[in-house]
């Protein structure tokens, strides 16, 4: 398998990183390990938000045969000219679906078959009942309340172009030919290892990472294979690496410069380190491999180092295994920014911004403020490697966080 | 409980609607039958998506002590003043956390605590390690590389204002905090009765409204509590209504004018039928009532109209039951009218429209197309009561479907 890098990523413990692998690179690796999952069958109620394996082509037309579009009397409409409130048009009131007889209606109710003969229906509120009989006080043209065969959707008129999540709407359409198992993209199964926080001296540090990884991989369309604690070890790292059942492996923490980040070690002993190091902040630690045939994403422990490493490769990788590369998780909205940001060149930096008055203000250095940044902002933008930063009033796109819906009153 | 409308809905059956209430008096019915569900306790694993009953307080600052942000040496700043490659100079490599003895270091991991004494924190970078001892070779000043006590956040800080859907990094945040039990609101229990498609002439026609309506109760926070085909007879369907269990009931089909279209007929003789009848189109044979204390919609059984009256009503009502009211279903994107659309005054019509270069180019007649023309579309405008629809040209809000996200690169 070709590696987008040429150099062989070396031990940075206690030495630092002598070079790092660009954005571009990193991308380019998760492009060339993003193989998608094969498709499964599922039952119809559970198909909302999954990726079809395949177009969805019609099997039928639909409506099957004629039918009312709303409830009232199915006639000839050629037979209602003239019918006014001054001059009503007696029918004789059919009971039976056959063949309409002259001058006969039929009582049908929305989304029944027309009986032979009806071209249209009459809605009862242009018609007086009697019990054998009913008066016609208006008159209806050709087609009117009818839904002709075929009108909506003709057999093999292709209905849904995969790959994209399936709406209600779409498994409501499925659902009308009488279809109850779909043919989907298997969801990737992602197995996260988790070394933990280090407290040397006692302090309790709570985990961050366990449950926002999972949230992450539920949002991105993966699922959750087994999330494992406190492994630290670099045989156990490496075990937990080459047992099969997952399509992904996330290991957080233990990736850095310290003496007991065994996590790069480990993959290089089970597999093939890629890349370690990545120009980014934060996340400059990441690193990238395979065990198997398994790519590995070495996640920094540092909380919002794992997000922004986890949202620029990870979540990327797991969307493209799930079938579904387009389905971005942040909406992107232009903006002015308040004031300058300052960034290093040749380092893609990630800024927590907050939006005031339609303007984008950072939200401090990268490196610090840690979730609680995340937490604070509004969104985020990028300073690409090749740039110093931005001038106050530059055009920015912001990757919202859209935490406070607008308020979108369906009433209007 | 006061009502939205004065009238007393009528039988409609083989008569049609002598009146309907207008969009807005059923927008306002949903807003006096949204008491807020309950709070639960649920473990933080299964906190993603979910409302905070409460906003979330910090309830402790973090870091909780004066703490590394990288791997290195933890010294202090003012010792190094002067160290450069040419003039390294040699600190006493200590190795415990005990409080810092003058000209000392001590190794530190991202996340943990500086020793007393330290101020900064050297990368391996700037160092030459020996066994006893570290040459510096480089300055740093009085706070590089620590994250001091409560930087991040402040014990006591309002750091998750409810209600919105808790994010990935909410939940990592919270969880930093060592918590693993949240209060949220509970997620309103749905009940949903479908009547079933009439198909008299042995015509099999598929349901789409039950695993449509399913899909939709989760789109909005709710829980389908159960999900009933088949119910057709009006005690059966009052029984069904009366059953505890559910915060809110659909009834789905025989709404309309047809002689067994009991469903009105059912709330009326189980509780109170408030509205029925709604000058909208598609929908308008919506009806709204309460059975004990618990509000039902009746959703016509055409699964177009059936997607329109939930969106515009049942679905507000789930949001506002789960505690989210602001989360809205759809995008707005305003955009050209690139065909006139007509509508009847009186009557708020809802037309699906399709984005081509651009403009909305509407698809057909309001009630026609079915569910087929919702996934051939792009999204879909509103046309109010007052107007007789809109000039070409015209600027409208299109609701999106996002169907085919737009490739968001996180790359850039």
Tied chains: 1, 2.
Aim: net charge negative; with cysteine.
């Amino acid at each position: 398998m070709p590696d987008a890098t040429q150099a062989i990523p070396r031990d940075v413990r206690m030495q630092g990183f002598a070079q790092r692998a660009s954005v571009d690179e990193a991308l380019e690796w998760v492009g060339l390990h993003s193989k998608i999952c094969a498709a499964e069958n599922i039952p119809l109620d559970a198909a909302y938000g999954r990726i079809l394996a395949a177009s969805f082509i019609s099997p039928a037309d639909d409506p099957p045969v004629d039918t009312a579009v709303s409830n009232g009397y199915a006639l000839r409409s050629c037979e209602t000219v003239g019918a006014s409130s001054y001059n009503p048009l007696s029918f004789h009131l059919q009971d039976n679906h056959s063949a309409l007889e002259p001058f006969s209606a039929t009582l049908v109710t929305s989304g029944t078959p027309l009986p032979m003969g009806a071209d249209a229906v009459v809605p009862y509120e242009l018609t007086q009942s009697g019990t054998e009989t009913i008066d016609v006080i208006g008159s209806v043209a050709q087609g009117e309340g009818v839904n002709l065969k075929g009108q909506e959707v003709r057999k093999g008129t292709t209905l849904i172009e995969t790959p994209r999540p399936l709406l209600a709407s779409d498994v409501g359409l499925i659902s009308s030919f009488g279809i109850r198992q779909l043919r989907v993209i298997r969801r990737p199964l992602v197995r996260i290892i988790l070394t933990g926080r280090k407290s040397p001296e006692g302090y309790e540090l709570a985990d961050a990472n366990g449950p926002m990884l999972r949230a992450l991989v539920v949002r991105d369309g993966g699922s959750v294979e087994i999330c494992q604690y406190g492994i630290t070890d670099r045989n156990a790292l490496s075990e937990w690496m080459t047992r099969p059942g997952a399509d992904l492996i996330l290991v957080c923490g233990r990736t850095g410069t310290g003496p007991d980040d065994e996590a790069p070690l480990a993959v290089t002993a089970a597999g093939t380190l890629s890349i370690h190091g990545i120009a980014m902040r934060p996340g400059g630690s990441t690193g990238l491999g395979v065990v198997g045939e398994i790519p590995v994403v070495l996640l920094p422990g540092s909380p919002l180092d794992c997000l922004c490493a986890y949202d620029l490769l990870a979540g990327k990788l797991i969307r493209n295994l799930s079938g579904c590369s387009l389905r971005a998780p942040y909406r992107i909205r232009q903006a002015r920014l308040g004031r300058k940001i300052v960034s290093s060149i040749g380092t893609m930096e990630i800024c927590q911004v907050r939006l005031f008055a339609g303007e984008a203000i950072p939200l401090g250095d990268a490196n610090l403020g840690g979730l609680a940044s995340v937490v604070r902002a509004d969104g985020f933008i990028f300073i690409p490697a090749s740039l110093e930063g931005y001038a106050p009033g530059a055009i920015v796109d912001i990757h919202l966080y859209d935490k406070a819906d607008e308020a979108e009153d369906l009433s209007r």
